[in-house]
């Protein structure tokens, strides 16, 4: 079943689970050291200056190119809704294109070419034909969107969704899917009339998804439109402080979690015990998950703003750019292995969407395939982006520690930093050897 995420169990690893935890430990200890001695000035965030060749800008610069962009998505999302026309069984790719090509495939999408949904998001393209339609401007609304909103729309609608993947009786039923989908449109298509189109950079979960993750693509656009190069820590660096951001990046992070608990024999035998209806204790789980998250990522940012001479709740919003691509690397680790075999079922199923025995986009006589990889290789794999995500955080945070706090106490500032992402590496770690 495509539900349980992941590989195998301890036994798939190379290594031990004590040798692979003391790797990491030590790479996050030498990385905080070696930046303490050898990186004393901010360096992250500057706008990258390197330019993509002629041909690659006029293409991208040309009026069609954002109309293309947005028929693809109109084009794949009526596709994708004949499959609530054909029969809620197995064999229908609904629930494996929303969970598998659409949630998990966003992840690398967003990571090669960076905020992709932002174009292609069918739900923005039906209210700018709206508008149009109505000669009305896209952009203004009934009213402006308060100041305080920030990305907590977004943070709401992404736990509903993380709770319809993980937690939902029946989530990969039609009827489950579709009703949570069409609510979810109407909800952003409201948002869009009351606030225009400004609504979906905040509100809508999946474009504040793709547009932060996005920030480590190596593909950028200045503030001019040029599409340029750029270190994947400059673009993340430029992610600043807002409302919501820190409970967007915690959800993420922490649902992520979930998901590998969820997996863990204890908790399904949990859930199976009877002594409450699972999605209660499936909720509950959830919830204690990334509210446990949440108190150890305000404990230490809150500790290190004392440390550093600074508010305690400034730290927390200052350094959530540092989570995502600890989140990343979870998400990398967790999801590989789902997205690579059940991602090439779900090709193969949706060339029949209906269930007729048609074979429409040719891909219907597809194998699946594992491309020669191993339970080892795939769990080698897992270990070094839970390590290397955690790594690229702690640089993250220290540079922008050195712009918070005065330079002699800006190492001692981030040393609560240092134990969030141990106590982050070794929960991972523990759930990677344990599922």
Do not use: K
Not at 39 to 52: D, Q
Not at 70 to 75: C, D, E, F, P
Not at 303 to 313: D, F, K, S
């Amino acid at each position: 079943m495509w539900l349980a995420h992941g590989v195998g169990g301890r036994q798939d690893l190379p290594i031990p689970f004590g040798l692979a935890l003391a790797g990491a430990l030590v790479a996050l200890v030498v990385s905080f050291v070696a930046l303490g001695v050898l990186w004393r000035e901010p360096r992250l965030g500057a706008e990258p200056a390197r330019p993509l060749p002629a041909p690659v800008q006029r293409v991208v610069a040309a009026r069609s190119w954002p109309w293309l962009c947005r028929l693809v998505g109109l084009a794949v999302a009526a596709y994708a809704g004949l499959g609530f026309l054909g029969p809620d069984t197995a064999d229908n790719p609904t629930a494996g294109l929303v969970y598998v090509l659409f949630w998990v495939g966003l992840l690398p999408l967003s990571l090669l070419f960076g905020p992709v949904w932002s174009a292609l998001n069918p739900l923005r393209t039906l209210h700018l034909l709206a508008c149009l339609a109505l000669r009305r401007d896209p952009v203004r609304g009934l009213r402006d969107l308060p100041p305080g909103l920030g990305y907590w729309p977004a943070a709401g609608g992404l736990f509903a969704f993380v709770w319809l993947e993980l937690v939902a009786p029946h989530r990969v039923s039609l009827p489950v899917i579709g009703g949570w989908l069409a609510g979810y449109a109407v909800a952003m298509l409201a948002g869009a009339v009351v606030y225009g189109s400004r609504w979906f950079d905040r509100g809508d979960a999946f474009e504040v998804y793709s547009a932060v993750v996005g920030r480590l693509a190596v593909l950028a656009r200045r503030r001019d439109g040029t599409l340029v190069r750029q270190h994947p820590l400059d673009g993340m660096a430029g992610l600043r402080p807002a409302p919501g951001l820190v409970a967007f990046v915690v959800v993420l992070l922490g649902s992520t979690m979930y998901d590998s608990v969820s997996n863990a024999p204890g908790w399904v035998r949990v859930l199976q015990s009877g002594t409450a209806p699972a999605p209660l204790l499936g909720t509950a789980g959830l919830t204690l998950v990334v509210v446990g998250v949440l108190g150890a990522y305000l404990g230490a940012t809150g500790l290190a703003g004392r440390l550093g001479g600074r508010p305690a709740g400034e730290c927390a919003g200052e350094v959530a750019h540092s989570i995502v691509p600890v989140a990343v690397g979870y998400l990398v680790a967790h999801y590989f292995t789902l997205f690579l075999l059940e991602g090439q079922r779900t090709l193969v199923l949706l060339s029949d969407p209906l269930g007729t025995g048609a074979d429409w986009l040719g891909t219907g006589s597809w194998t699946v395939s594992g491309f020669g990889t191993s339970p080892a290789g795939t769990a080698l794999l897992q270990v070094t982006v839970i390590v290397l995500g955690h790594v690229f955080g702690t640089v993250l945070a220290h540079d922008r520690a050195l712009r918070l706090f005065d330079r002699r106490t800006a190492v001692v500032g981030q040393l609560p930093l240092l134990v969030l992402m141990v106590v982050y590496t070794t929960a991972g770690l523990l759930l990677l050897f344990a599922a």
